[in-house]
Structures are given as C-alpha cells and as structure tokens.
C-alpha cells in the first residue's frame, strides 16, 4: 500500500479546517475579512472559536490528531528502515510526535471554552503542539541527511521548510515585544507557521515514496 496519500491528508486536513472555520467565522460577522496571511487580523483560535465554525474545526481536528499519531507511528516504521543505527533519535522523533498530537487534542477540546483555566489549557496545548511537532520534523531532516536514495531536490526543500520554521520562530521573539502592531504580526506569522509545518507532513510522504516504503497486509 503506498502511503503517501495518507501523508498528505495528514497535511492538507488541518489547512482545510483552519481556512474553513475562518471562512465560517468572517460570514457570521466574528472575525473581519482579509488574508490572514499577510493581514493578521485574526488568529487560527479566534477563527474557529465561535459558532458553527467551532463544531467544524473541532470535527476535523479531533480525528485529525490521531491520524497524527498513526503518522509519526509509520514514520518511526520508516526511520527504523533507515536508520537502524539512531535508534535513541528515532524514538525521540515518535515520542515528540505523539507528545504534539495529545496536545492538540487538548487544545481542540477546549477551544471555544470560557474560563480561565480553559485560556490556558489552550494556550499551552497549541503552544507544544507547535514547538513538539516541528522539533520531530527537524529531527526527520537531521535523520534523513546521510540517506542515499532520498533525491536531492526534496532533500533541499525539507531543509528550506525547516529552516523557514526554525526563522520565523526566532523572528517571533522580536515580533512580540517591538512590532507596531504585535497582535497583527503574530497572527500571521502563526498562519504561515502552521501551513508550512503542517505541509511538511505532505513532505515526508514523498520521502516515503522516494524510499520505497510501503505498508503491506496479509490475510490470514
């Protein structure tokens, strides 16, 4: 069974659910219309916070984070192919991988929850989400750096999106303490960070492929 399919619906249904809910939330009048990308105006919470938008991106992001753990579980599969020789990194890639994931189920459980103590569940989930999930895609790049058959044009563009990761991390730093208009800046650095991070996924399905991993069953 060739999975990269499933690598990609790993990438593209969270990119669904957060331009869904935000288009649902700017027709219901709870957030202003723009592209978020380069305006800001809103965040990915905010967008899929109120109403029906909420229902929708919770429906998706739920069940999208178990698929996340059965991806980082094959990932593992496919490092130990490999990389027979990095065990400890290969476990520290699926252990991140999974920490990530039970965040986001409890970031998605309570987004859209009043309460104080919700406020910071939230933050806190998405926050390790965030900084777990692409700790694990850096570690795959660092993993992958002395693999033979990997082509050298993908090899380029996983570092270009762990590099562009790694940038706008730092650039988050700065942007908190001396933008003009903090909020603004923030909200769309978190838009770009999310698409490129969650379009790694999709990258490392094509690694998959240009490796030959396959998942194969057999009835009994």
Known sequence: MDLRWFAWSTALIPIVAAHLAYFVSATAG???WCVPYWDGCTSISRAGRHGLANHLFRALMLPHAAQ???FWGLTWLWLGALRPDAPRRRTAVLTLGLIAA????????FLGVEGT???WLRRYGITVFFAFGVLAQMLVVALLQPVAPLPQGLRRTMLGFAGALLGLGLASIPLQHFASDADRAMNALEWVYALLMTLFHGLIGLAW???GFRLHTRVL
């Open 117 to 119: 103590i919700y406020q």
């Open 30 to 32: 709870y957030v202003d």
């Open 209 to 211: 492929g240009a490796t």
């Open 102 to 109: 039970v965040f986001l189920i409890l970031y998605a459980t």
């Open 68 to 70: 996340l753990m059965m």
